[in-house]
Every structure is written in structure tokens, then in C-alpha cells.
T-cell receptor
Framework: EPEVTQTPSHQVTQMGQEVILRCVPI?????FYWYRQILGQKVEFLVS??????SEKSEIFDDQFSVERPDGSNFTLKIRSTKLEDSAMYFC????WGYGYTFGSGTRLTVV | AQSVTQLGSHVSVSEGALVLLRCNYS??????LFWYVQYPNQGLQLLLK??????LVKGINGFEAEFKKSETSFHLTKPSAHMSDAAEYFC??????????????FGKGTKLSVKP
């Protein structure tokens, strides 16, 4: 069964550093998403991406965040200057026509 | 705007007992509803989804959920709990947006414990 692949599975970074979280969506999917889950809290929508542009973003997705699909296969989330409160599990998801997300297994980001 | 309320952050059942995890939603337009399961240190796995077809939806691992519009509920049930069902369960709602499902709004989750 096709999978959404996220790398790395765990990343530790120092406060103020830039991080890039990578995702390889399912190849024929058209819609791409990032969600995050702070430890012990609910999963929150960050951003959706379609046709090479952001289609929707939440209040969390401020100027520190950006997304890119640089080469037609990868889908990346960049956090420009990480803060302690950015520590969370970040999930990538993709979806084709119709209904049904496929989530990746997540990247646990720890900011120290 | 849509929202989801999961009643009970922690539910404990005995092995073989009925599992009932409660979810109520709020949506101004017909919603799509989902249940996801998350095992420790893993991602989100879709259990089942309601997308305006049959109101009783059967999912994986013996779970099912019934969409009740009058009660704005989408409770998850399983007749007989198994130890392997211990996990966190998330209810989510979305509204169709163009050709896509729209982004998901999650509830806070219910952690299910299964006692031997």
C-alpha cells in the first residue's frame, strides 16, 4: 500500500536554528498538508498546499513557517528560527481526488 | 466553523467488554467525519470515515461508528475490546472544499486502556 514517508523521524535542534522537515507524499496525490501535535495535546492543522501554492493556513502558521514542493516529489516544512514551543510531532499528509488522507508517521521535533 | 468534542479523555474497559468512545461535532454544513487511532510513538491511522453515504460505518479492527445527525454525534464502538486496542483515538471533522476533503479539525483525543 502506498505510504507517505517523513524524514527524519526525530530531530533535535537548538533554539533559533532553522529546521526543514521533509515529506514524500504519495505520488499521484494532489493535496498536501502539515499538522502538528504538541505532546499531550490534540492534532492541529498548520497548512494545506495545492497546485504549488498554499490553499489554506491556520493561525499557527505564521511568518516563521514556510512550505515548498521543490522537485515535484518532496514536500517540505521549514521553520526559520525555532522556539521552544515549536517542539512537537509534525505530521505530513497527502490526498488524491476524493476523500481520504494518508498520514506519514511523523517527525518528532525537539527544540532545546 | 467546525469543531469536535470528545467526551472523556481517558476510558478504561476490561478485555472482552464493549468499547464506546464518544464524539460530538459542530458544523454549519454537512460534515465528513473520521476516527483515527494513534499507537504510542506512531502516526495516525484511519479507522473509518463517514462521507454522507451509509450512516453506520464499519472500519478496521472491528470498529464501527454511527452518524446521528439529530444528536450531532459520531460515537465509535467495538463489541469486544482486545488488549491490542489500547491506544489514543481521535475524532475529526472536515468539510468538502472543492475537490478535496478540506482540512481536518481534531478532537482532543481519548486514551483507551484495556485491562486483562
Amino acid at each position: 500500500e502506498p505510504e507517505v514517508t517523513q524524514t527524519p523521524s526525530h530531530q533535535v535542534t537548538q533554539m533559533g536554528q532553522e529546521v526543514i522537515l521533509r515529506c514524500v507524499p504519495i505520488s499521484n496525490h494532489l493535496y498536501f498538508y502539515w499538522y502538528r501535535q504538541i505532546l499531550g495535546q490534540k492534532v492541529e492543522f498548520l497548512v494545506s498546499f495545492y497546485n504549488n501554492e498554499i490553499s489554506e493556513k491556520s493561525e499557527i502558521f505564521d511568518d516563521q513557517f514556510s512550505v515548498e514542493r521543490p522537485d515535484g516529489s518532496n514536500f517540505t516544512l521549514k521553520i526559520r528560527s525555532t522556539k521552544l514551543e515549536d517542539s512537537a510531532m509534525y505530521f505530513c499528509a497527502s490526498m488524491g481526488w476524493g476523500y481520504g488522507y494518508t498520514f506519514g508517521s511523523g517527525t518528532r521535533l525537539t527544540v532545546v | 466553523a467546525q469543531s469536535v468534542t470528545q467526551l472523556g479523555s481517558h476510558v478504561s474497559v476490561s478485555e472482552g467488554a464493549l468499547v464506546l468512545l464518544r464524539c460530538n461535532y459542530s458544523s454549519s454544513v454537512p460534515p465528513y467525519l473520521f476516527w483515527y487511532v494513534q499507537y504510542p510513538n506512531q502516526g495516525l491511522q484511519l479507522l473509518l470515515k463517514y462521507t454522507s453515504a451509509a450512516t453506520l460505518v464499519k472500519g478496521i479492527n472491528g470498529f464501527e461508528a454511527e452518524f446521528k445527525k439529530s444528536e450531532t454525534s459520531f460515537h465509535l464502538t467495538k463489541p469486544s475490546a482486545h488488549m491490542s486496542d489500547a491506544a489514543e483515538y481521535f475524532c475529526a471533522v472536515s468539510v468538502a472544499h472543492g475537490g478535496s476533503q478540506g482540512n481536518l479539525i481534531f478532537g482532543k483525543g481519548t486514551k483507551l486502556s484495556v485491562k486483562p
